[in-house]
T-cell receptor, first 120, second 117 residues
Framework: AQTVTQSQPEMSVQEAETVTLSCTYD???????LFWYKQPPSRQMILVIR??????QNATENRFSVNFQKAAKSFSLKISDSQLGDAAMYFC?????????????????FGTGTRLQVTL | DAGVTQSPTHLIKTRGQQVTLRCSPI?????VSWYQQVLGQGPQFIFQ???????GRGNFPDRFSARQFPNYSSELNVNALLLGDSALYLC????????????????FGQGTRLTVV
């Protein structure tokens, strides 16, 4: 079974600075997708960025970028020029690309989350 | 366009009671998934439905059941409620199920906060 681990329960960053959130995962599959979701106090999960395992190039979305290390099974999120609106819970998630082929459920597997505080 | 809508937003039930949570997917989305998020944890997969059929089930007891209607809306039912069922229940919709190799994004609702006392 796949597992996702986020070892930083809380992180803090000053406005305009850069912060990196860590995520490691365990899987025996070679094809999969990785995601970072943001959950603000409104509770709605919002997709921040995603990475396809077959792509070597790290994904980037404006101020958000990832460092994907497939061999190390590591998937960190870097937030540049942090803003007050970035304060939220951040969840790393895994999804199999071919769940029927591997007998796994068609689902997202989430980590326990990292609470990001942004200070002035 | 409306996003994923869930009702009710908050709910308080007594142990042993039954509860029904509702989810309306984004227009055109045929797949609905349910997740349970206990305080301080990440969401845990409960069910996925596509075209009214169950396409995936997580490690939850038979007290949990769900169904999907012809208009693709969905209900999650929990019987014989326990204190441990207190959680945020999230619904996610997508165009197609994820057991085909398409990179389809899941859109989440704001959840139903269930408190069992």
């Amino acid at each position: 079974a796949q597992t996702v681990t986020q070892s930083q329960p809380e992180m803090s960053v000053q406005e305009a600075e850069t912060v990196t959130l860590s995520c490691t995962y365990d899987t025996s599959e070679s094809d999969y997708y990785l995601f970072w979701y943001k959950q603000p106090p409104s509770r709605q999960m919002i997709l921040v960025i995603r990475q396809e395992a077959y792509k070597q190039q790290n994904a980037t979305e404006n101020r958000f970028s990832v460092n994907f290390q497939k061999a190390a099974k590591s998937f960190s999120l870097k937030i540049s020029d942090s803003q007050l609106g970035d304060a939220a819970m951040y969840f790393c998630a895994y999804r199999s690309a071919y769940p029927l082929n591997t007998g796994t459920a068609s689902k997202l597997t989430f980590g326990t989350g990292t609470r990001l505080q942004v200070t002035l | 366009d409306a996003g994923v809508t869930q009702s009710p937003t908050h709910l308080i039930k007594t142990r042993g009671q039954q509860v029904t949570l509702r989810c309306s997917p984004i227009s055109g989305h045929k797949s609905v998934s349910w997740y349970q998020q206990v305080l301080g944890q990440g969401p845990q997969f409960i069910f996925q439905y596509y075209e009214k059929e169950e396409r995936g089930r997580g490690n939850f007891p038979d007290r949990f059941s769900a169904r999907q209607f012809p208009n693709y809306s969905s209900e999650l039912n929990v019987n014989a409620l326990l204190l441990g069922d207190s959680a945020l229940y999230l619904c996610a919709s997508s165009l197609e199920p994820w057991d085909i190799p398409l990179n389809t994004e899941a859109f989440f609702g704001q959840g139903t906060r269930l408190t069992v006392v």
